[in-house]
């Protein structure tokens, strides 16, 4: 595959279920050896838009191609380029890690030493050290997903599919699934990802945002950032969340957001912080903050669909 030819591309995707339009018109890119964040809510779209790019499901209308393959010929052709981690459990906790390895070669009908070779690969790729004969309903959560992901890409397909691969996962197994991505983009692969960790989603090259089945928004981290919040952001800190609520409705005062135990004020611009500061309430504590892509969430995607 040249070089320039993009990993991903799909242009003007719509996916019908009856009346029910669940993609609509949905176009973006995605470069090769990118790690690439699709985010969105529950419902926005983004696990169906996935089937359709892992062949799985063809599309109403529109253009998909996934490793400079159509979706001619039910998709089949674009299946065996791709891998794909679903964010349910992907493999039987009643059988072992052998077993379930095996089963998973055998669905991609893979030659019995290559699989095995692969396999041992894969193993040492993830730092695998327990038994193969452990059942897998025994292994840490963390340890059963990197085995997902193993199973996933036996096969070494050119491009991974991970829905939300790490949902339920303790953040320091996050942490290490994450660096397992990283080198997997490294070595020349190209990984499109949703999560909904915000934290996670800062590892991606560039986010794609959905809501209610379209694009919304296409950038890298930072930039999506600066478009969301074009003005200043406050945090702040008051024991009297009566006095914070009288703020949103101040002059230049775009949104008032709880978070955790404070709250994020964005600011329309340093005019509007000026007159804020001149005639903050007592007992109310401002600093200014960058941002964060959770910000950006709520008010691009949660505050939409408000």
Known sequence: MPEATPAIETRDLVIRFGKFTAVDGV???VRRGEIFGFLGANGAGKTTTIRALCGLLAP???EVRVAGLDFSNGGNAIKSKVGYMSQKFTLYNDLTVAENLAFAAGLRKLDPEAAAARTRELLGFIGFDHPLGAMVRDLPGGLKQELALAAAILHDPEIIFLDEPTAGVAPAARERFWGLIGRLTDSGKTVLVTTHYMDEAEHCGRIALMRAGRLIALNTPEALKSLAFPGPMLEATTEDPRVVSELSGRPGVLSVQPYGMRWHLSLQDKTAWKSLAATLP????LRHIAPSLEDVFI???????R
């Not at 007592?282 to 504590?285: A, D, E, I, Q, S």
């Not at 008010?299 to 669909?305: A, M, N, S, W």
């Open 27 to 29: 176009s973006f890119t």
């Open 60 to 62: 109403t209308s529109g």
């Open 282 to 285: 007592p007992g109310l504590t």
């Open 299 to 305: 008010r691009l995607v949660e505050g939409g669909e």
